[in-house]
């Protein structure tokens, strides 16, 4: 049974940073997608990035793009959001995700951690 599991999240001012892991268990971690997604109070669910399942690529949203950077540590079986620039309008909880298919760096999301608060003071 694969898990997820976030960490890093907290009480930063606008302009600071923040570094969220993702640990996964439950299977192994070479080899497939990983992405992080945020949810503000009274928002639904957005895409905030993704990694591919090699580490070569990533993607982001444009609301972060430039600031957020992801990668992966597959020794660690450990993905990271590293959050710089924070602004208010980045407070919301984070998710980690992980599609059940390897090497498919399209493959639907399945797997979700329980998130990780981040709130950004102006």
């Known amino acids: 049974q694969v898990q997820l599991e976030e960490s890093g999240g907290g009480l930063v001012q606008a302009g600071g940073s923040l570094r969220l892991s993702c640990t996964a268990s439950g299977r192994t971690f070479s080899g497939y997608a990983m992405g992080w997604f945020r949810q503000a109070p009274g928002k639904e669910r957005e895409f905030v990035g993704k990694i591919t399942w090699n580490g070569v690529d990533t993607r982001y949203a444009e609301s972060v793009k430039g600031r957020f950077t992801i990668s992966r540590d597959n020794a660690k079986n450990t993905v990271y959001l590293q959050m710089n620039s924070l602004k208010p309008e980045d407070t919301a909880v984070y998710y980690c995700?992980?599609?059940?298919?390897?090497?498919?760096?399209?493959?639907?999301?399945?797997?979700w951690g329980k998130g990780t608060l981040v709130t950004v003071s102006s």
């Open positions: 995700t992980a599609p059940s298919r390897p090497y498919d760096n399209y493959a639907r999301m399945e797997y």
